[in-house]
T-cell receptor, first 115, second 111 residues
């Protein structure tokens, strides 16, 4: 089974621009979660999508948004980029079963640098 | 607010040493605790713990959950340089929706 894939792997943008990151989950997985990882804040949960609906959301401003398509692929968008948005963005997929007893599998991440 | 704390935040040992990494949590509707190893990019899954007192083992790594103490430990015996990584602890709630990660423990194993 292919793993979680993310594109692009690296991205350089300037302040004020917007960016779209893509994540393709493991085949059969319906849940995709997005995380931001920075040296100072660690791994922080952005949001989770399940069956094309945002099911859970972390404490990030509205500039961060996402969506999920019918094939479970997900995109994350950040508008009006700020320097502090420079980070590694990880997505993780799982089957999305209720009960909290399954793990997530992470993609390789997209490293975003905002200049 | 749900919180996961790990200690130590950083650890330097020599090959052959045994290390114990700690994770404690304050989580509403706790259901499971997971350990991940992160070397360069993506965290890779190590263990998932749901029941107290049952040790999970994989080679030189083992982990156990103590629900009474709201904590877990990850043990690595006979450490190797390849064990150098950040070890992340995360909890998941009963609804299976909310992942909360700790800050990680950065382990450096010197030859």
């Amino acid at each position: 089974k292919a793993g979680v894939t993310q594109t692009p792997r690296y991205l350089i943008k300037t302040r004020g621009q917007q960016v779209t990151l893509s994540c393709s989950p493991i085949s059969g997985h319906r849940s995709v979660s997005w995380y931001q990882q920075t040296p100072g804040q660690g791994l922080q949960f952005l949001f989770e999508y399940f069956s094309e609906t945002q099911r859970n959301k972390g404490n990030f401003p509205g500039r961060f948004s996402g969506r999920q398509f019918s094939n479970s692929r997900s995109e994350m968008n950040v508008s009006t980029l700020e320097l502090g948005d420079s980070a590694l963005y990880l997505c993780a997929s799982s089957q999305g079963l209720a009960g909290g007893v399954e793990t997530q599998y992470f993609g390789p991440g997209t490293r975003l640098l905002v200049l | 607010e749900d919180k996961v704390v790990q200690s130590p935040l950083s650890l330097v040992v020599h090959e052959g040493d045994t290390v114990t990494l700690n994770c404690s949590y304050e989580v509403t509707n706790f259901r499971s605790l997971l350990w991940y190893k992160q070397e360069k990019k993506a965290p890779t899954f190590l263990f998932m713990l749901t029941s107290s007192g049952i040790e999970k083992k994989s080679g030189r790594l083992s982990s156990i959950l103590d629900k009474k103490e709201l904590s877990s430990i990850l043990n690595i015996t006979a450490t190797q340089t390849g064990d150098s990584a950040i070890y992340l602890c995360a909890t998941r709630d009963n609804y299976g929706q909310n992942f909360v990660f700790g800050p990680g423990t950065r382990l450096s194993v010197l030859p």
